[in-house]
């Protein structure tokens, strides 16, 4: 996952052993010390804990030092939920060091707004017409004769500079607060090096009232964790400014107020390295400086060694794209600062529950140019993994070395995952679209492929694709080899004419989005048909499923656990199905491009919307009834919140509740079937289109097939939530009106045709009871509202991946 913003080790050596890629040179890191004066003339004192800068004599606009600046936790919380993780960066700043009067300003410059005409007057106007922002302001101790002066930096160290405290909050934690009573800078951590100085200080927070994601890492109403600071040079001239107009790249927005009139002011600047040839005029050449990417030490092997490989793979993209020896991978050598911006660095990260994994390309702010690639991978993504393919395949064939063996398929998951992350340390951003066209890029979310061997048991030979692909070879090319916008427009015809897609995170991740060829976790050219064929392999999975899941000696009560993502194996590809209904085929284009949009065929979305209808049936939803003892084994130990936010809710202490499984499962497809932005397009399709499935088509259907099933307490739980689910939408202020006006009705005929109910006695109990619910307005919005009569679907997302 792309960040952009503030946000157990495996032990699997003996199991399984994993070589070390080859590479071209081994990667020396940077030199520990220089001749070369430092950044910055620092004397930091232990005993009383300043830290004195010096700085020089300021220019005509009182600025003694500009600087990118950037902030990293050194330590993290441990919580995925908050996302304050170890190696967490904010975005970089342009930072002023500007004197006035008898105080030196920490001042933020609004690098976003530019005027790159160079004309002075326009810059002045751009510079004082937008804000800018004023971090920290201290007195100056000491003024010299040659015009510097001196200034204690440890109270600008000790803030909150990146919004922990909000942070936590949003997360979840609770309402905590900066205690500057309990922080302070570290006067013991100052590195200073020719081109960047590293600080830290440990921050405190407080509360009265820590939430249970904060208390269940630290007791007690504090919590520390310290933050890094790095003030960086300004790099020199010579780097060429792209820009993206596709949103293939991580991009930087600048507003350029000097930019002809007739011409747009708002572009995308690319991020990427400055990588150049030693002779530029070559097809191919060795590099100046190599983009060197080093793996943490605190990986355990094998997975050290898996990511090394993985990460490796850009190599061959590199030399594609003419760049001889451009790219390497080594492990962090021993006592290195994996947080020091000369290091680009894949981090592994321990926390308390499975989280994301994200990649940033930390860049100078003006241009673009990556200074640094930070990647963090979480540690239990892995663990997560091996779960699943336990639960697939069975657990005695952990460490085996057969096809099938679990750690084998969480090797060449967490091959892809260090791949991905480092493409995005490299400037690119995700493509949904790959996993339509064979696996094309290792920037897509990738579900494993799971298939049926011959016996009809589920099979992980072909789970991950090794490599990376022909999109990811084309970004290369298109973002490296292309040093202007002019040489890159060619290229992109090219990969235009191969057929090769794109799909944008914010057009993909939605479970409301509408293009039908960009899902997260989805598999295949035809998301359809691939729905039928998981369910397929999902049924085989829930009719294997046993105490096989579990290695031997742990705990039953974890099959609750294992169970969730075996019975919700589907989720995703529900995902990419429903957005064939309402579903629009756009392109991503520039003006002259021949490209325009198209709404997926009628035929194509009734197809969607039928496969979708039969993963409601009751022979789908049904938990196998030997299971339900399996599945309710007690514990007696402390509650591991992982497994208490991941699974099913139950009938009451660890007893299972299968009916509850299955209103789970039915709406994790009425989710995406009724989210409100597909409805609203299905009402301006139709009205073009009349094959195209109307939404009163729509919930005449799933109503007709869901109240046909309800002569059965399984059938009548998939109606119920059904109908709540129907009236939840109605409810959605985001909802067409007249969308919203002819579901009311049909709600109030429904409660009437259950009013009616002649059935058996307890169908005919529930229809009247529930007509009664549909008639109260009141009673009504509190059941949508309920977890218990509409649940929740259990945590799914990451599964073995890193938004952005």
Do not use: C
Not at 96 to 113: L, M, P, Q, T, Y
Not at 270 to 297: E, G, H, M, N
Not at 529 to 558: C, H, K, Q, W
Not at 621 to 650: H, K, M, Y
């Amino acid at each position: 996952m792309r960040r952009h913003l503030f946000a157990s080790s495996l032990s699997l050596a003996l199991i399984l052993a994993a070589g070390r890629p080859a590479h071209a040179a081994p990667a020396k890191p940077p030199a520990a010390a220089s001749a070369e004066q430092p950044l910055l003339q620092v004397d930091a004192d232990p005993l009383t804990g300043k830290i004195i800068a010096t700085f020089p004599k300021p220019d005509a606009n009182g600025i003694s030092a500009r600087y990118i600046y950037l902030t990293q936790l050194g330590s993290g919380l441990g919580s995925a939920p908050i996302g304050l993780d170890r190696a967490s960066a904010s975005e970089t700043r342009i930072l002023d060091f500007k004197r006035i009067g008898k105080k030196v300003a920490a001042e933020v410059e609004n690098s976003k707004f530019i005027a790159s005409s160079g004309d002075p007057d326009e810059q002045h106007a751009v510079d004082t017409s937008f804000a800018t922002s004023t971090l920290w302001m201290g007195d100056i101790i000491k003024n010299n004769a040659d015009g510097s002066y001196t200034v204690d930096l440890s109270s600008f160290l000790a803030r909150d500079d990146t919004g922990i405290a909000q942070a936590i909050k949003n997360g979840g934690g609770g309402d905590f607060k900066f205690a500057p009573d309990l922080s302070a800078a570290d006067p013991n951590f100052v590195k200073l090096f020719p081109k960047n100085a590293e600080f830290a200080a440990k921050l405190t927070f407080r509360s009265d009232e820590p939430r249970a994601e904060v208390s269940n890492i630290v007791g007690g109403n504090t919590l520390t964790l310290v933050l890094r600071h790095s003030l960086i040079a300004l790099p020199g001239a010579g780097y060429v400014e792209r820009t993206d107009p596709y949103g293939y790249t991580i991009g930087l927005q600048k507003v350029d107020f000097s930019a002809p009139l007739g011409q747009p002011i708002v572009s995308d600047l690319a991020r990427r390295f400055r990588l150049q040839k030693v002779d530029p005029t070559a097809a191919r050449s060795p590099v100046k400086k190599p983009i060197v990417f080093y793996i943490d030490r605190s990986a355990p092997e094998p997975v050290r060694s898996a990511l090394e490989q993985g990460v490796s793979w850009w190599a061959q993209a590199f030399e594609q794209a003419g760049f001889e020896n451009a790219f390497k991978v080594d492990v962090l050598p021993q006592g290195a600062d994996p947080l020091d911006v000369r290091y680009n660095v894949v981090n592994w990260v321990d926390r308390a529950t499975r989280g994301w994994s994200y990649g940033q390309p930390i860049a100078d702010p003006r241009t673009g140019e990556i200074i640094k690639g930070s990647v963090l991978l979480g540690s239990l993504r892995t663990r997560q993994d091996l779960i699943i393919f336990q639960a697939l395949v069975g657990a005695g064939l952990t460490g085996t070395g057969d096809p099938n063996d679990p750690i084998t398929a969480a090797l060449a998951r967490i091959r892809q995952l260090g791949a991905h992350e480092v493409g995005h340390a490299l400037g690119l951003a995700h493509n949904f679209a790959a996993s339509t066209q064979g696996r094309y890029s290792v920037m897509d979310y990738p579900g494993p492929r799971i298939t049926l061997d011959a016996n009809g048991a589920p099979s992980l030979r072909d789970a991950y694709g090794v490599g990376i692909g022909p999109w990811d070879k084309f970004m290369i090319k298109w973002l490296y080899s292309a040093q202007t916008d002019a040489q890159a427009r060619p290229l992109e015809a090219e990969a235009r004419a191969e057929g090769l897609r794109f799909v944008a995170d914010n057009d993909a991740r939605p479970v409301s989005a509408g293009q039908p060829l960009g899902s997260l976790w989805d598999d295949g050219s035809d998301p359809i048909g691939e729905l039928r064929r998981i369910m397929a392999v999902r049924r085989a999975a829930v009719e294997r499923f046993g105490t096989g899941a579990l290695p031997a000696g742990e705990s039953l009560a974890d099959l609750r656990r294992a169970f969730v993502p075996i019975w919700l194996l589907d989720r995703y590809q529900v995902e990419a199905a429903a957005k064939s209904v309402g579903g629009v085929n756009f392109p991503y284009a520039v003006n002259g491009e021949n490209a325009a949009a198209q709404v997926v065929p009628g035929a194509t979305q009734w197809a969607a919307v039928y496969a979708l209808l039969d993963t409601l049936s009751p022979a789908e939803l049904t938990v196998p009834a030997r299971l339900n003892p399996l599945l309710s084994t007690g514990f007696g130990g402390d509650n591991d919140r992982q497994t208490d936010i991941e699974i099913i809710p139950t009938a009451g202490g660890p007893v299972f509740d299968p009916l509850k499984a299955t209103e789970v499962g039915a709406v994790q497809t009425l989710d995406a079937l009724l989210a409100h932005d597909r409805l609203n397009r299905l009402e301006s399709q139709h009205a073009s289109d009349a094959s195209v499935p109307s939404p009163a088509q729509l919930f005449d259907l799933l109503l007709d097939r869901t109240l046909a099933q309800s002569g059965t307490e399984v059938g009548r739980r998939i109606a119920t939530v059904t109908i709540l689910g129907l009236a939840r939408v109605q409810h959605d202020a985001s909802l067409s009106p007249t969308i919203a006006m002819e579901l009311s009705g049909r709600l109030d005929r429904l409660a009437d045709q259950l009013q009616r109910d002649r059935g058996a006695a307890a169908e005919q109990d529930w229809a009247h009871g529930l007509a009664g619910l549909l008639k109260d307005r009141q009673q009504l919005d509190k059941a949508i509202a309920d977890p218990a009569r509409l649940p929740h679907v259990p945590p799914g997302m990451p599964i073995g991946e890193d938004d952005e």
